[in-house]
Nanobody, 129 residues
Framework: QVQIVESGGGVVQPGGSLRLTCTAS????????VGWWRQAPELRDLPPNQ??????????????HIRESVKGRFRTSRDDGKNSVYLQMNDVKPEDTAIYYCAVGFGDSDCRGVRRYDWGQGTLVTVSS
């Protein structure tokens, strides 16, 4: 059974850094685009299509997309040898507080061509002093 798992969330002070990790058991992330999405905790019951896209990395890692509001602060990368995709979050702000979800794309090797996503359960990031 495929299981997508996020880790690395927690409480961080404004201006601090955090690295989120997405891994999958029973499934190889290699060959799939992988995205990070987020949702405010109070809105966690909303469906996945209501989440805010943060980043996406293509299947072979040659192309990445980063949300404008986090450009220059967040970066995504992948290590297929470790079956992992990462979201490096630097200079975090209170408005970055959210549940961060990893989503594995199907249907295309490019982020823009994904037809459906399989989702993890999310990891909570709280930015607070």
């Amino acid at each position: 059974q495929v299981q997508i798992v996020e880790s690395g969330g927690g409480v961080v002070q404004p201006g601090g850094s955090l690295r989120l990790t997405c891994t999958a058991s029973g499934f190889n992330l290699e060959g799939h685009p992988v995205g990070w999405w987020r949702q405010a905790p109070e809105l966690r019951d909303l469906p996945p299509n209501q989440r805010e896209g943060v980043s996406c990395i293509s299947a072979i890692g040659d192309d990445t997309h980063i949300r404008e509001s986090v450009k220059g602060r967040f970066r995504t990368s992948r290590d297929d040898g470790k079956n992992s995709v990462y979201l490096q979050m630097n200079d975090v702000k209170p408005e970055d507080t959210a549940i961060y979800y990893c989503a594995v794309g199907f249907g295309d090797s490019d982020c823009r061509g994904v037809r459906r996503y399989d989702w993890g359960q999310g990891t909570l990031v709280t930015v607070s002093s």
